[in-house]
């Protein structure tokens, strides 16, 4: 029987690896600034939010750097790839999100046509509440052997890695008790998936098949989502 599961927090992860350095983007920095800003002001990003980051001056930590959706989301471009970071899934639209991130890869493209990608990372952590059980009566039953004589046990938790499937190359569960919601399930999965047999504009709905399958797996439907702004 399946399970309510109510994600009340959560993060998200997103890195577009290149399949080779981008060197192309440090011959017009401003070109790149200027797509990053072009294809996402109509998310609400200002010039304050868009700028170049050398950090130690090394190649590996040049990059582009842009806020959205006022600091809860950053979108950075290195030689190696992008990086998207939500940090609080719960102030955030999922759909604007996704429509974000589709334009910030095609900013890339667009100023650099060479570029490639190699792979799509995506790593997604809940936090939320069970309706019909207590987190640590559902997660014994994916660790139930559980050494003894260490002391009393106040939980457990459960990793599990799957290899290559159809466009991904490998997935990951992770199930644990939540460090910030009292009596919570924490649920986090990562998934790669092969960047040739991917398209840009259908990356949003993957990922948000591949969260609604993960959980479809472990006899969970989602039940109140993430608080919207």
């Known amino acids: 029987?399946?399970?309510?599961?109510?994600?009340?927090?959560?993060?998200?992860?997103?890195?577009?690896?290149?399949?080779?350095?981008?060197?192309?983007?440090?011959?017009?920095?401003?070109?790149?600034?200027?797509?990053?800003?072009?294809?996402?002001?109509?998310?609400?990003?200002?010039?304050?939010?868009?700028?170049?980051?050398?950090?130690?001056?090394?190649?590996?930590?040049?990059?582009?750097?842009?806020?959205?959706?006022?600091?809860?989301?950053?979108?950075?471009?290195?030689?190696?790839?992008?990086?998207?970071?939500?940090?609080?899934?719960?102030?955030?639209?999922?759909?604007?999100?996704?429509?974000?991130?589709?334009?910030?890869?095609?900013?890339?493209?667009?100023?650099?046509?060479?570029?490639?990608?190699?792979?799509?990372?995506?790593?997604?952590?809940?936090?939320?509440?069970?309706?019909?059980c207590p987190a640590q009566e559902f997660l014994s039953k994916y660790a139930a052997n559980v050494p003894g004589g260490l002391g009393p046990r106040i939980g457990n938790g459960a990793v599990f890695y799957y290899g290559a499937s159809a466009s991904r190359l490998m997935t990951s569960v992770t199930l644990d008790l939540s460090a910030s919601i009292t009596d919570g399930l924490f649920v986090r999965t990562q998934v790669v998936w092969d960047a040739s047999k991917v398209g840009i504009e259908t990356i949003p709905q993957l990922s948000d098949s591949h969260v609604k399958e993960v959980l479809g797996h472990l006899d969970l439907v989602t039940g109140q989502e993430l608080r919207q702004p």
């Open 1 to 132: 029987m399946s399970l309510t599961y109510r994600a009340l927090q959560g993060d998200l992860n997103f890195q577009a690896e290149f399949q080779e350095p981008a060197f192309e983007l440090l011959r017009d920095p401003i070109g790149v600034q200027r797509q990053l800003f072009t294809r996402l002001s109509r998310h609400g990003v200002r010039l304050v939010d868009v700028r170049l980051d050398r950090g130690n001056g090394s190649l590996g930590d040049h990059s582009f750097l842009c806020y959205l959706f006022n600091f809860a989301v950053s979108v950075r471009v290195g030689l190696g790839g992008m990086e998207i970071i939500c940090f609080d899934l719960a102030r955030v639209d999922t759909n604007k999100l996704g429509e974000s991130g589709v334009d910030a890869l095609g900013a890339i493209k667009e100023h650099a046509p060479s570029v490639s990608f190699k792979a799509y990372t995506l790593s997604v952590g809940l936090h939320g509440k069970l309706d019909e």
